[in-house]
C-alpha cells in the first residue's frame, strides 16, 4: 500500500467526537492544515471557537504534500500584473510572503524539519518567460534573479530564483501546533443553514462559519462547483539519487517538481485532472531509471488539489448571500503558503478587522474565465454519460482510476473506494457502487 513519507513515526493528536447542541462565536469545518491554522489564530486572538472534523485531522490533503512553503507559485507574477494590475499582484505576492515569515516564527519552537531553500520554477524551453517572471518579481520589490546553473540531471533553459524559502515536515508541524486546540473529530458535517451545522448527533450554532473544507461542499451559495476542478498529482521518494540543495517545479503544468529530505529525494509529476488518465507514478519511475538508475523507491503518494479559474485562491465571504460564512479553497497546488495566508485573512474577516490581502482573493470577482468553459463541458459530458455508477455530489459518472483503483469523479473531483466509501470531497457521502468490475 502507497503512503506518504511525513506519516511515518509522526504520532497525530486524538480529539474526541462532539455530541448534542453546541453554540460559538466561531464555527471551523475541516481539520486540514488551513482549518487547523484558523484555530490556531483565533485561540491567540482569544476567540471562542470549535473546528469540526469529520474524520481525523490532517488525514485528507495535507498528509499528501510535498511541503514546500514559497510565494514562488510557478510564473503567476507577470501573468498577475498583465491581468490583475500590480497592486493586486503585490497584494498577492505580500500575503505569501508574510505566510512564509509566520511559518518561520512559529517553527522556531516547533521540531518539524524545518529548513530554508531557494526556490526555482525552471523551464526546459521557454527562456523569455522566465525572463519575464524575475522582472515582474523584481518589479514588485523582489530579490529575485535568473540562473541557468541548476542541480538538475536534465537541460533547461534557466530558472527564476528565489532565496530564503522554505521546507518542512507538515505532519510534524500539524502535530505540534494542534494541542491544546479545540478539536473535536469523527463529527462530520452534513448540512448548514446560515449559522447552524448539523452533524448525526447534534447541531452547532456560530455567528461565523469557516469552510476549510478543500472543496466548498455547499452548492446552493458561491457556484464553486463551476469555480473549481480539482487535479491529482503523484509523488515518489527515492534513495540513491542526490541530494537537492533546493526545490524546484516546473512552470510547464506537465512537468515535474523536486525536493530533498534527509536522504530521499522526492519527484513529483505525471498530473491529470481527476477523474481523467495521466503518467501517473509510471512517468516518475521512468524518470527515475533514466536518471537515476540505481534509486530505490521508499515511498510514493497523490495529492489532490482544487484550482481555480485564474490561479487565485478564493478566500473570503463565502458567497454574497451568505456574510457570514467564509471559504478557503483553490489553493492551486500551493496549500502550505496560500493555507497560512487564507488563516490570517480569515482570522481578520470573522473578527472585523480589514485584512490588506483580502481583495485579490475576493471569491467575488468574475468567474468569467476560459477555464469556466472547460469545466462546464465536462460536467455536461459526464451529467449525459450512461452509467450506473454515479456521484452523489451533483450526479456525474465516476471514472475508474487504474492507477489508485478508485472511483473518480471528473466533474468535481469527489473520489471513492471500490466499494462507494467516500475519500475526498465535495461529495458528503458515499456513492452506490453495484458493479464493481473495474473498467
Partial sequence: MKKSVWTENTEIPKFESLHGDNRTDVLIIGGGL????????????????????????????????????????????????????????????????????QYEKLCHSIDCDFEKKSAYTYSIDKRQKIEDEVCALCSLGIDAEFTDTLELPFKTVGAVKADNQAQFNTLKFVSEISKGLNIYEKTFIRDITPHTAVFNNGTITAN?????????????HGSYFLKLYQHRSYVAAFENTQELNGMYVDES??????????????????????????????????????????AKEQYSWAAQDCMSLDKI????????????????????????????????????????????FADVFSPRRSILKPQLAVNGFEAAMNLLTPTVRRCPHLGCALKWNRAEHTWDCP?????????????????????????????
Fill in 313 to 356: 485562491p478564493y478566500i473570503g465571504c463565502y458567497s454574497k448571500m451568505t456574510p457570514d460564512m467564509y471559504v478557503a479553497s483553490g489553493f492551486n497546488k500551493w496549500g502550505m503558503t496560500s493555507s497560512m495566508a487564507a488563516a490570517i485573512i480569515l482570522t481578520d474577516m470573522v473578527c472585523g478587522k480589514e485584512n490588506e
Fill in 208 to 220: 461565523k462559519i469557516i469552510i476549510a473544507t478543500h472543496f466548498p461542499f455547499i452548492n446552493k
Fill in 253 to 294: 503544468e506537465k512537468g515535474m517538481s523536486f525536493r530533498s529530505y534527509k536522504n530521499l529525494l522526492f519527484i513529483g509529476g505525471g498530473g491529470h485532472r481527476t477523474g481523467k488518465k495521466g503518467g501517473s507514478w509510471n512517468e516518475l519511475y521512468a524518470f527515475a531509471k533514466r536518471y537515476y538508475p540505481n
Fill in 411 to 439: 466533474c468535481h473531483g469527489s473520489r471513492f473506494e471500490t466499494n462507494g466509501k467516500l475519500i475526498d470531497n465535495p461529495a458528503t457521502g458515499n456513492a452506490k457502487i453495484k458493479n464493481r468490475r473495474f473498467e
Fill in 34 to 101: 488551513c482549518g487547523i491554522l484558523c484555530a490556531y489564530r483565533l485561540q491567540q486572538a482569544g476567540i471562542d471557537y470549535i473546528l469540526a472534523e469529520g474524520d481525523r485531522i490532517a488525514k485528507g490533503i495535507t498528509k499528501n504534500t510535498t511541503a514546500k512553503i514559497t510565494f514562488l507559485h510557478g510564473l503567476i507574477y507577470s501573468e498577475l500584473i498583465k491581468r490583475v494590475g500590480k497592486e493586486k499582484a503585490l497584494m498577492y505576492l505580500n500575503a505569501n510572503v508574510t505566510a512564509l515569515e
